[in-house]
């Protein structure tokens, strides 16, 4: 089954499905500390570019580090 996806797709699905996409993720400014459930968290904002469109995504915590601004990288979720 093939689960390419286009930006518009994805956000318009729903939100537990199947990805499969390559883009461009841009860091959006510092990362913020939050405070939720009783616990000090990092989140950064970051951008998605696809030749589809673009879109908003935030990164938490350990993800943070992994992301290199203005890197390509493949999003991938499979059940």
Do not use: C
Not at 24 to 48: C, D, S
Not at 64 to 69: E, V
């Amino acid at each position: 089954m093939d689960v390419t996806k286009t930006v518009a797709e994805i956000k318009d699905g729903d939100t537990n499905q199947q990805v499969n996409i390559v883009g461009r993720v841009t860091l959006q400014g510092n990362y913020e500390t939050v405070y939720t459930k009783g616990k000090t968290l990092k989140k950064q904002e970051a951008t998605f570019t696809h030749q589809s469109g673009s879109m908003r995504i935030v990164l938490w915590e350990n993800d943070i580090d992994k992301i290199i601004s203005g890197q390509t990288y493949e999003i991938k979720k499979s059940w």
